[in-house]
């Protein structure tokens, strides 16, 4: 061998990791035994360096042989390993990839026999191939430029397929049911399905993205808000189906380990594109799945290779990328590369010569191949790798052209999710090769253009019709009509078996929660009644909190949510009392388990302590609010969080909530841009409450005090458990103390309070004053409103009633609700607005002051008799103390008082002398720097 015995044992320790993952390829997998892929960590596709001589590479390869013959191949793992360990020692490094060789990770010989009629599940598929293009073709020749999705679906079909006709479980008496996330542009397809089912009408397919047609359409992507009998699961903003999958996986566990929920069963799939994982949201949670040992979840992944504009990484391999990020994060990785008929080249590639190129081509040279022909595929691939000569010759170009990708071929397909189902101790993802646009040919298959591609011609029709033998006729080809077979044709009532042994057809949305206790008014009597000790509004919440997790009843359907912020709010006495949730129970001696409330993690956990991640909160949020419908559970979520991290960093995720009929509290604590002092510009919350305005169904409320609080969640929980209304909560709550007063007597202040305003105190010594008032304060700055009220009497001989305006969106919609009734109603007696019917009898003007901006006491402002001037905190927060923020934004009670006295000044009713002269008193300088923009 001419080498010392040290550098040939060093050469052939070298080799052999060098090539372990293909040489554990071959042996293990390729060949014969069981292959443990988590202990591959390189990639074949790297240049060979010949730093071993051929014969000592035969010697060790037989060695190797022999040494599985005789003791099996995980004692060939376990040597390979130490071997590596070894190498370590003596000094030889090995560069670090993540991934394996770019080959199936499942060998043929270990693929499950498929149960099914692949000749009937072939033709479904292609009838449902033709009417997901036909929708989205005949939907854009009626209405140019409607849109919709060819592309995505053809790519996926397989992957949807294999899923519907072996693996999808509805929920049943006895099976808990999947959820599924079916990726959004794919949806086209699933309706498509869906018709075959006989679910959908034939009109309802024609009325695709024609929502407002008579007899209803279908929605572009999946929707629970506009097909609430059929959607669960919003996807179309890309990444946010990835992280809530996860936390959905993970709130399945938390219910099941809680005893909320039999552990019958389930699978979380996450259907998304390679393009999509580029979102921060699809692989920013990947951690927490592996770390809860989510083998209830599996992502597929549909890699072909293309996003939008052109490919995903033309210069690099997004499979191989992903497997490595994935391996790393601990979850069990499944590439499906390559179709069957690759196996045979794949048996005759003895040397690996055939997977190390494989390995080595880029994905813009793959989607390159997927439009080209097999002559051109064998040029370009001898180019590559000369060696590759013999094994090409043995293919015809045609057989080289029609060799399929992993992700089209069903029998590659179920062996992928069955391997998944049965995978424990992590989650799952399948990383499924496929060509965007497959089927399409020349309107689009592989092309950059592909995703954009809504229209066919008819020479596209008739070669589409042609490849997937579709039974439509010559005559009726050019108008790409609806397909579907009669109801008792072979494979219409395959398609219904499949789905009748699978637990029922989906997806569908079913609302079956049992019925619901409202908490009674005498859990909140201790709120209404007030309490003198100075308190802020978060601890007036956290009592409430407490009081609720304590109801017998309801107790334990609250679920408490925070990320990293408990101790923020004073929640962490409920550590120790309700146990944080840990699917694996606390396996340390907590640092301070001698203090009373230690923090305490149990299997049965109730709080959900998120970490710094306020996407996983929401996504919890999200899981537990609907729970109700995905399995008809009523848990009550409270997502306590700093206001400012949430509807401007996550309010995409809001969205999703609110499409999704999410119920719950999304608590903003330590809001108000200043009553959060100190903590400056990045924290001081000044504009969520106008963040929430857009959100149709997400109520929204800006309480000052504890009673408000309680009569806004009491009659929550009565809307959203008690009544089934599609409603959820924003409420802010500050963390300033003060004395928090009893419930006003009158029996309009509940209801003024959920109506978004009434009044809190009027006006002192009405009698004498000269002047009249009113004042709207909302929040921590309604006791800058009474503040002021006290300085206008003392000092003005103003007497001004205040009022507290508990949620101005709730004013809004009240008064938009009016107005467009006697729009539509003209002639009739006009309807007022709730606003105005509070004010209109009141005298003086009316000044509002918030701690947010201007606009959204100005949201109100047309419905308010006289006018209404507003103070706000319009600008960039800064560190300062309470008092000087106030200044500074204009909102204190010196502002108040001004901005009365120059109303009053500027309806002609005082002297404007006066109102300057008051000013001055009050040390208000009128060259004082303009908050909005310094
Ligand atoms: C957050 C977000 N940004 C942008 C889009 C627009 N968009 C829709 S599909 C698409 C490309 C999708 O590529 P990929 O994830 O690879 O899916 P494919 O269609 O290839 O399966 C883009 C950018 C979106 N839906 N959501
Ligand atoms: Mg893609």
Not at 196 to 202: C, F, N, Q, S, Y
Not at 579 to 608: F, R, T
Not at 734 to 754: C, D, F, R, S, T
Request: charged share 25%; aromatic share 10%; proline share 5%.
């Amino acid at each position: 061998m001419g080498r010392s015995p040290e550098s040939f044992s060093a050469a052939v320790v070298l080799y052999i990791i060098e090539n372990r993952d293909f040489l554990a390829w071959r042996f293990f997998g390729g060949r014969k035994g069981a292959l443990n892929r988590q202990e591959q960590t390189r990639n074949v596709g790297q240049d060979e360096q010949n730093y071993i001589d051929r014969e000592s590479l035969k010697d060790w390869t037989e060695a190797l042989e022999a040494l599985i013959e005789q003791d099996g191949p995980k004692a060939a793992a376990e040597l390979l390993s130490r071997l590596q360990d070894h190498a370590h020692y003596m000094g030889v490094r090995e560069p670090f990839t993540a991934s394996t060789p770019y080959v199936n990770t499942i060998p043929p010989e270990h693929q499950p026999p498929f149960e099914g009629d692949r000749e009937l599940e072939r033709l479904n598929k292609s009838i449902i191939r033709w009417n997901a293009m036909a929708m989205v073709v005949r939907a854009n020749r009626h209405s140019d430029g409607i849109g919709g999705h060819i592309s995505t679906f053809a790519s996926a079909a397989t992957l949807y397929e294999v899923g519907f006709n072996h693996f999808f479980h509805g929920k049943t008496g006895e099976h808990g049911g999947d959820q599924i996330y079916f990726q959004g542009h794919a949806t086209p397809g699933i309706y498509a399905r869906a018709f075959l089912e006989g679910r959908l009408k034939r009109e309802q397919l024609e009325n695709f993205r024609l929502e407002l047609a008579r007899g209803g359409g279908l929605s572009s992507y999946p929707h629970p808000w506009l097909m609430p009998d059929f959607w669960s699961f919003p996807t179309v903003s890309m990444g946010l189906g990835p992280i809530m999958s996860i936390y959905q996986a993970r709130y399945n566990r938390y219910l099941e380990n809680r005893g909320l929920k039999p552990a019958n069963g389930g699978h979380v799939w996450a259907f998304l594109g390679d393009g999509e994982t580029d979102e921060p949201e699809s692989l920013g949670a990947i951690t927490l799945a592996a770390r809860e040992r989510l083998d209830n979840l599996i992502f597929v992944i549909n890699c072909n290779l293309q996003r939008l504009d052109g490919p995903v990484r033309g210069n690099g391999k997004i499979i191989q990328e992903l497997e490595a990020i994935f391996r790393g994060a601990g979850w069990n990785v499944i590439k499906v590369l390559w179709g069957s008929e690759w196996d045979e080249v794949f048996a005759q590639d003895t040397e690996g010569v055939l997977a190390r190129a494989l390995g080595t081509l880029v994905d813009g040279q793959y989607q390159k191949f997927s439009v080209e022909s097999g002559d051109y595929i064998r040029r370009s691939l001898l180019a590559h790798e000369p060696r590759l000569k013999p094994l090409l010759d043995r293919l015809s170009d045609e057989q080289l052209r029609k060799i399929k990708r992993g992700g089209h071929d069903p029998v590659k397909v179920h062996a992928a999710y069955h391997a998944a189902v049965n995978h424990k101790g992590s989650p799952t993802v399948i990383l499924a090769k496929t060509v965007k646009g497959y089927g399409l040919g020349e309107s689009g298959e592989g092309k950059n253009i592909t995703h954009q591609q809504k229209k066919l011609n008819e020479e596209e029709l008739w070669e589409f019709r042609g490849r997937f033998g579709i039974p439509i006729s010559d005559e009726e080809i050019a108008f790409a009509p609806f397909y579907k077979p009669a109801d008792d044709a072979p494979s219409i009532r395959y398609l219904r078996e499949r789905r009748e042994k699978l637990g029922g057809f989906l997806p569908r949305r079913e609302v079956c929660p049992p019925k619901f206790k409202t908490p009674p008014e005498a859990l909140f009597e201790e709120f209404y009644k007030g309490a003198d000790r100075p308190v802020s509004s978060t601890m007036a919440f956290v009592r409430i909190l407490l009081k609720l997790l304590r109801d017998k009843e309801l107790g334990k359907l609250v679920v408490p949510i925070v990320p990293d912020e408990a101790r923020t709010f004073g929640m962490d006495g409920l550590f120790r009392q309700v146990g944080i949730y840990s699917s694996i129970g606390q396996k340390y001696e907590p640092v301070d388990a001698d203090n009373l409330l230690y923090y305490k993690e149990a299997v049965d956990g109730q709080i959900l302590e998120e970490g710094i991640t306020e996407a996983g909160g929401m996504s919890s949020f999200i899981a537990a609010g609907t729970a109700y419908a995905t399995h008809g559970i009523n848990t009550i979520p409270f997502f306590v969080y700093y206001s400012m991290f949430g509807m401007q960093r996550i309010g995409d995720l809001v969205w999703a909530a609110a499409d999704m009929r999410t119920r719950g509290f999304l608590i903003g604590g330590t809001a108000g841009r200043t009553t959060l002092a100190g903590e400056g510009l990045q924290h001081q919350d000044g504009h969520s409450h106008l963040l929430a305005m857009p959100v149709p169904n997400l109520k929204c409320y800006d309480p000052a005090f504890a009673f408000e609080l309680a009569v806004i969640i009491r009659d929550g929980i009565d809307r959203m458990y008690g009544k089934g209304e599609s409603v959820f909560y924003y409420i802010t709550v500050g963390n300033e103390n003060y004395a928090m007063p009893a419930m006003p007597a009158g029996k309009n202040v509940k209801q003024g309070i959920l109506r978004g305003m009434y009044k809190f105190r009027p006006a002192p010594g009405r009698a004498g004053a000269k002047f009249r008032a009113q004042i709207l304060g909302s929040g921590a700055i309604l006791n800058e409103a009474l503040k002021a009220q006290e300085l206008l009497a003392a000092d003005y001989g103003v007497a001004a009633d205040v009022w507290s305006v508990t949620s101005y969106k709730e004013l809004r919609a009240d008064g938009l609700a009016a107005e467009r009734w006697n729009l539509l109603h003209p002639g009739a007696k006009p309807k007022k607005a709730y606003v105005t019917q509070c004010l209109e009898k009141e005298e003086g003007p009316v000044v509002a002051a918030s701690d947010y901006m201007k606009m959204l006491p100005d949201g109100i402002a047309k419905w308010v008799p006289g006018g209404l001037a507003t103070l706000g905190t319009d600008g960039f927060g800064r560190s300062e103390s309470r008092a000087a923020l106030r200044d500074f934004f204009e909102v204190d009670h010196r502002h108040i008082t001004l901005a009365v006295l120059s109303e009053l000044a500027r309806r002609g009713e005082m002297e404007s002398a006066l109102a300057a002269k008051a000013m001055r008193g009050l040390g208000i300088k009128p060259g004082k720097p303009d908050p909005w923009i310094s």
